[in-house]
C-alpha cells in the first residue's frame, strides 16, 4: 500500500468548513483513498473512500486531485464532536495482501475550538 | 443493526500469562480484522479471517494467534504475555465487497502488569 503524509494537527473554528489534506505521491493506479477518524479512546469510524472522482456524503466530502498524488478531506461545517484523529489510507481493492488490511499512519490530530 | 461489539471491554494480566480477547461483527459480515493500538507503534494490523480461515497477517511473533467461528465471530490469543502487549486491540467487520470500507469495535484495553 502507498504510503501517505499529513500535518500532524490542524485546527479549526467550529461552524466553518475544516480541510485535511494528505499527500500519496506513490499511488498506484487501482488503490483508493480512505479516510477513517477515530474519537479519543473509540474505534476508528470510516468516513469516506473515493478513486479518482470526487465524492460527497453526509459526512464530509473528499477531493482527489487529476494526478491523484494528493488529497483533501473537507468537513464543511465542523463541530466540537468532529475533534479527532484522521487517518488518510491508501489501499488496494481488498485482495491478496490487501484482504481486511487497513495501513493507518499517525494522521491528523483535527481540533475545533468554539 | 448492532455494531461490532468486542468482550471484555478492560482486562488486567500479568507477565506470562495468556489471554483470550472475543469480537462479534456486524450480522452478515463474513471479514474480521484485528488491529493493536499503542502510543509507540499506533494502530497496526494483526490478521484478518474470512470464513473461518485467516486470508492476511500482519508482523507480529506466533504469541499472537485467532481463529473465527462458523457464525463470523472471531476470537484472537495472545501466550506468555510481556508488557509491551499492553495496548488496545480493535476488531473491526466488513461486508463482502471489493471496498475495505471497515467497522470498528470500541476494543479491548489490555493491561499487561
Known amino acids: 500500500d502507498a504510503k501517505t503524509t499529513q500535518p500532524t494537527s490542524m485546527d479549526c473554528a467550529e461552524g466553518r468548513a475544516a480541510n485535511l489534506p494528505c499527500n500519496h505521491s506513490?499511488?498506484?493506479?487501482?488503490?483508493?483513498v480512505y479516510w477513517y477518524r477515530q474519537i479519543h479512546s473509540q474505534g476508528p469510524q470510516y468516513i469516506i473512500h473515493g478513486l479518482k472522482n470526487n465524492e460527497t456524503n453526509e459526512m464530509a466530502s473528499l477531493i482527489i486531485t487529476e494526478d491523484r498524488k494528493s488529497s483533501t478531506l473537507i468537513l464543511p461545517h465542523a463541530t466540537l464532536r468532529d475533534t479527532a484523529v484522521y487517518y488518510c489510507?491508501?489501499?488496494?481493492?481488498?485482495?491478496?495482501?490487501?484482504?481486511?488490511?487497513?495501513?493507518f499512519g499517525q494522521g491528523t490530530i483535527l481540533t475545533v475550538h468554539p | 443493526k448492532a455494531g461490532v461489539t468486542q468482550t471484555p471491554r478492560y482486562l488486567i494480566k500479568t507477565r506470562g500469562q495468556q489471554v483470550t480477547l472475543s469480537c462479534s461483527p456486524i450480522s452478515g459480515h463474513r471479514s474480521v480484522s484485528w488491529y493493536q493500538q499503542t502510543p509507540g507503534q499506533g494502530l497496526q494490523f494483526l490478521f484478518e479471517y474470512f470464513s473461518e480461515t485467516q486470508r492476511n497477517k500482519g508482523n507480529f511473533p506466533g504469541r499472537f494467534s485467532g481463529r473465527q467461528f462458523s457464525n463470523s465471530r472471531s476470537e484472537m490469543n495472545v501466550s506468555t504475555l510481556e508488557l509491551g502487549d499492553s495496548a488496545l486491540y480493535l476488531c473491526?467487520?466488513?461486508?463482502?465487497?471489493?471496498?475495505?470500507?471497515?467497522?470498528f469495535g470500541p476494543g479491548t484495553r489490555l493491561t499487561v502488569l
Open positions: 473491526a467487520s466488513k461486508a463482502d465487497s471489493s471496498y475495505n470500507e471497515q467497522f
Open positions: 489510507i491508501v489501499s488496494g481493492n481488498a485482495g491478496g495482501t490487501s484482504y481486511g488490511k487497513l495501513t
Open positions: 506513490t499511488i498506484s493506479g487501482n488503490e483508493y
